[in-house]
């Protein structure tokens, strides 16, 4: 009997995605079991369920970053009143902050085994490979094999950090899996990489007291606004992280003082090299396809098998009837985890409970958590201008002053904000744009807003709540077309 399957679903990967699926599936008397395997990074750093958001990526990087903050307002604060013994002498304990926050993840990691027993999700901790199109392998710690058989698979494997392909790379260097665990304060770092995760990366080394360094191959921030990117590059070199631009690694080398000789070739071909505490490379991320046999199931990669992604159709299905996917491994769909457990539930509840709804990938905001944070959702300015042109865009634009940085003095340079509309009618914003405090906190409501047809009609009409940053969205009024100075007067 084909439908007399051992299990109704079986996921493979308990991050993000994978676990949303799970747990949704059950809620909906389906029989589940989930598949999680961690592989050691090259320098030996392992984790527990959960996956990357939880283990080493959205959470510790927020606690880090929080760090970071933390010890910008302890400058600030003495501006208002507060007073240290010793006020030159305040620095981090790494190791104090590393545990910390270990100890978070720890648990985090037992709340989801707790979870997942609840909700009658079998998890199962094991490296999973496809056998044929409804049996999934789990190798076992101890290197045993169980077959699982099942109506359904999802993958949501997720993906890992590459390495560039030069000499020392993988000996000496660590990415994001090994930073938010290292047992020892990374000293003078070199973050190789100017996508979101090496910026992030930098901006909380340098707000704990380390000297950074970015090096950038091309462009800082790819696909994101390029006015913005601009502006957070100036915003930390202002705050005294190191850029080097148009220059890629060539070499790391471990010197007699155990500290990293790096070479490095700039598109000039000038070259050059420093020396390094530690080396932290942020260019990029793989999909974890290559250990799941998928040619034993027919599941084709994208580009014609040239990717380390998936592609999937309107419902996450793959080229097989039977096997789904969502998550990071999905090719060209934003890596974020409330993505990949959106997709996850959506999926589960078309499988097990006759729903419809497919997931919408467009508008998803996100947040760029570099010192001054960056928050947007909808189109960058570029990208609004090479769908609609330049005559049928208008771009409203304004630099503001944080009320809570004037006492301390702080830099207001780079406070920025702008919406992307449509030119005509009641013109429908089509992106918008925040560079400052709390900038996640602030687009996540606008991405509502945006979601239900926000046109800047609206927003002028909107009365802001004074004193807040937020504000600044309701008082946009200078449009970059009149050339007029965007800058408040006071
Ligand atoms: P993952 O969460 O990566 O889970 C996949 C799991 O499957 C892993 O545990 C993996 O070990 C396991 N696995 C892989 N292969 C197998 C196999 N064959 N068998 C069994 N198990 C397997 N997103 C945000 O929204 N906000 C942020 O601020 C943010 N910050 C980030 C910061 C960093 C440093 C990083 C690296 C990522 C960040 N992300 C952030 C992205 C976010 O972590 C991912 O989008 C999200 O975790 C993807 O979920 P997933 O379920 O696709 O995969
Ligand atoms: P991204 O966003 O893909 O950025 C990678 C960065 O690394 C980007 O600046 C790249 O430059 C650079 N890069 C890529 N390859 C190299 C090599 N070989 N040498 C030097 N620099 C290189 O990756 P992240 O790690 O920041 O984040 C990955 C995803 O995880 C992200 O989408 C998040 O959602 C979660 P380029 O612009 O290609 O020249």
Not at 151 to 167: D, E, Q, S
Not at 415 to 428: E, F, I, S
Request: charged share 25%.
């Amino acid at each position: 009997n084909q439908e007399n399957y051992e299990y109704d679903l079986v996921v493979i990967g308990g991050g993000s995605g994978g676990l949303a699926c799970a747990k949704e599936a059950c809620q909906f008397g389906a029989k589940v079991a989930v598949l999680d395997f961690v592989t050691p990074s090259p320098l030996g750093t392992k984790w527990g369920l959960g996956g990357t958001c939880v283990n080493v990526g959205c959470i510790p990087k927020k606690l880090m970053h929080q760090a970071s903050l933390l010890g910008e307002a302890i400058h600030d604060s003495q501006a208002y009143g507060w007073t240290f013994s010793d006020p030159e002498n305040v620095k981090i304990d790494w190791e104090k902050l590393v545990e910390s926050v270990q100890n978070h993840v720890k648990s985090v990691n037992w709340v989801t085994r707790v979870d997942l027993r609840d909700k009658k999700v079998e998890y199962i901790n094991g490296l999973g490979y496809f056998k044929d199109q409804h049996n999934v392998v789990a190798v076992l710690k101890n290197k045993t094999e169980r077959v699982l058989n099942a109506k359904y698979i999802a993958i949501a494997v997720g993906g890992r950090p590459r390495y560039p392909n030069i000499p020392g790379a993988i000996e000496h260097g660590i990415t994001s899996d090994d930073i938010f665990s290292l047992d020892h304060a990374p000293g003078k770092t070199l973050v190789v990489g100017a996508g979101y995760i090496g910026l992030e990366c930098a901006g909380f080394l340098k707000g704990m007291g380390f000297d950074a360094t970015i090096m950038v191959r091309s462009i800082v921030l790819r696909g994101f606004d390029q006015q913005i990117a601009e502006l957070i590059t100036q915003s930390m070199q202002e705050k005294g992280v190191n850029f080097l631009f148009k220059t890629q690694p060539q070499s790391v080398e471990k010197q007699a003082d155990g500290r990293l000789l790096v070479k490095y070739r700039s598109d000039d071909g000038a070259e050059g090299s420093d020396v390094y505490d530690t080396v932290l490379f942020a260019i990029g991320r793989k999909a974890l396809t290559s250990d799941l046999k998928l040619e034993n199931a027919g599941v084709v990669l994208a580009e014609n098998g040239k990717s380390d992604k998936i592609d999937v159709d309107l419902t996450e299905k793959t080229n097989v009837d039977n096997i789904f996917a969502v998550g990071d491994v999905l090719h060209k769909k934003p890596e974020l985890t409330p993505v990949a457990i959106h997709a996850g539930r959506l999926l589960a509840r078309r499988l097990f409970n006759n729903e419809v709804q497919i997931m919408d990938y467009t508008d998803v905001a996100t947040t760029v958590f570099s010192p001054l944070e960056y928050g947007c959702v909808g189109l960058s300015e570029e990208s609004a201008i090479a769908k609609y042109g330049e005559d049928a865009i208008e771009v409203y634009h304004a630099y503001y002053k944080p009320t809570e940085f004037f006492v301390p003095q702080r830099s207001v340079r780079h406070c920025y904000l702008k919406t992307v509309a449509l030119r005509d009618g009641d013109q429908k914003v089509l992106g918008l744009h925040f560079l400052g405090p709390v900038a996640g906190e602030i687009i996540q409501g606008f991405a509502a807003a945006l979601k239900s047809g926000l046109t800047m009609k609206i927003l002028k009409n909107t009365v802001g709540i004074h004193p807040t940053v937020a504000e600044e969205f309701t008082r946009l009024l200078i449009t970059k077309r009149s050339g007029l100075d965007p800058t408040p007067a006071t």
